[in-house]
């Protein structure tokens, strides 16, 4: 079983930033794609984001310039750092892992967009 564990939700104005961290272990090998999803209330689970272990990201359109993804191999952790936050970007945040057909998710962290 792969264990994912996302921190650095909360509240921030729009324009703000926020880093999101998801700590990967158990059975999870680093040649495994971790990424983000996102949930708003309402509305389906949407890509964000995926880091392949090959080094290629790919983002959705509405991310594209304002969230960055990073990865770091040593400690199995993939980050998010987002910026020029805005209401629209209000959502549960998922961290995701996935090796051929198999995916594996976190609890989710909120963020909240909002003045």
């Known amino acids: 079983q792969v264990h994912l564990v996302e921190s650095g939700g909360g509240l921030v104005q729009p324009g703000g930033s926020l880093r999101l961290s998801c700590v990967a272990s158990?059975?999870?090998?680093?040649?495994?794609?971790l990424g983000w999803y996102r949930q708003a209330p309402g509305k389906e689970r949407e890509l964000v984001v995926i880091?392949?272990?090959?080094?290629?990201?790919d983002y959705a359109d509405f991310v594209k310039g304002r969230f960055v993804f990073s990865r770091d191999y040593d400690t199995d952790t993939a980050y998010l750092q987002m910026n020029s936050l805005k209401p629209e970007d209000t959502a549960v945040y998922y961290c995701?892992?996935?090796?051929?057909?198999?995916?594996?998710w976190g609890q989710g962290t909120q963020v909240t967009v909002a003045s």
């Open positions: 995701n892992a996935f090796y051929g057909t198999t995916n594996y």
């Open positions: 880091g392949y272990s090959g080094g290629t990201t």
């Open positions: 158990g059975d999870f090998r680093k040649n495994f794609a």
